[in-house]
């Protein structure tokens, strides 16, 4: 049975470290990436040995065999900015030639998560490359989720792309999202600007919906939000046409499994009503705007969700 184990880097790891490092770096350029600099930069062992009084650099081993290597910090102003210590950032992590697809990234993010929580803290965070599509993919298939990206000036076109992952499992958050649509042949969509919170600055349009209250279906929640979101009493609801599962930020930080279902409602008339929004929403949604099919086909502002006009014309409501 393979054993696993990680500790701090000794001095006498440095030689094995160099090579582990090296043999990451190659694969790195291989793809492209040059993160850690140009073919033939590499590492030398005083590089690695200087690392040790900086941050604290593990060593994994298989069957006491050296194998991989990281660094987990606790802050990082360059790459992220100043932030709250909710936190832990995981750099360098490299594994020696031969052992890749063994399962060890996960292992070290695994044993990172858990650290991160002994803290208290909530995050996982790293970055790579964003022209290593392979490495972002990799990382999205151990559930982290890219929330910016980092240009590097100083490493000439470099651009980090930011990645996060909960350390505790996200919930699911069912919601129903409504496609209301008139004989003019447009859809309502709500313009969300957040301007304080985890989603500040960030400015999107999407349709009109929301959780799933308890002890609701979906279509009992569509009913609700049409009427509370839209003030719209008379509509013919059609069955759920779409679903959509996604991870969600929320306003408060919260990174949630969004499972959407998407229903449409014809209605005779493109007035609304404020009267049923709460503080939140009248804090958000910014504008509302009845959109054609041409001017979403045209727009170059974030719509959600991201296949819309598929789901639009999929099922003949715009169909032509």
């Not at 993160?35 to 081993?61: C, H, I, P, Q, T």
């Not at 989603?199 to 009109?208: E, S």
């Not at 049409?226 to 759920?240: C, K, M, P, S």
């Not at 001017?295 to 032509?320: A, C, D, H, K, N």
Request: charged letters at 25%.
């Amino acid at each position: 049975m393979t054993s696993r184990s990680i500790r701090r880097v000794t001095a006498e790891d440095v030689p094995v470290l160099t090579q582990i490092r090296n043999d990451a770096h190659a694969k790195k350029v291989a793809h492209g990436d040059y993160a850690w600099g140009k073919e033939g930069d590499g590492f030398s062992e005083g590089w690695v040995l200087n690392s040790l009084s900086r941050r604290e650099v593990y060593v994994v081993e298989q069957d006491a065999v050296p194998v991989g290597t990281f660094s987990l910090d606790w802050h990082d102003e360059v790459y992220w900015g100043p932030q709250e210590p909710i936190a832990g950032y995981v750099h360098g992590l490299s594994v020696r030639k031969g052992f890749d697809g063994r399962g060890l990234g996960g292992f070290v993010i695994d044993w990172c998560a858990n650290q991160v929580s002994i803290l208290n803290r909530r995050f996982v965070r790293l970055g790579c490359d964003i022209r290593n599509t392979k490495l972002c993919a990799y990382y999205e298939s151990l559930g982290f989720v890219r929330i910016g990206v980092k240009p590097i000036p100083e490493h000439g076109d470099y651009i980090d792309s930011l990645y996060e992952k909960s350390v505790n499992p996200m919930r699911r958050r069912p919601s129903a999202r409504l496609l209301i649509t008139t004989p003019k042949r447009r859809v309502l969509l709500f313009r969300f600007v957040h301007r304080s919170g985890a989603l500040a600055g960030k400015v999107h349009w999407a349709t009109p919906g929301g959780g799933v209250e308890d002890g609701e279906t979906f279509e009992e929640a569509a009913m609700r939000e049409l009427l509370e979101e839209a003030g719209i009493q008379t509509a013919h609801i059609v069955g759920a046409v779409g679903r959509r599962e996604v991870p969600l930020q929320l306003p408060d930080g919260e990174w949630v499994l969004a499972v959407e279902k998407y229903f449409v409602a014809h209605t005779g008339t493109e007035f609304i009503s404020r009267d049923g929004w709460t503080a939140q929403e009248r804090e958000v949604m910014a504008e509302h705007r009845w959109w054609g099919l041409d001017e979403l086909r045209s727009t170059t502002e974030t719509v959600y969700p991201e296949r819309l006009i598929e789901m639009l014309e999929g099922q003949e409501i715009f169909g032509t």
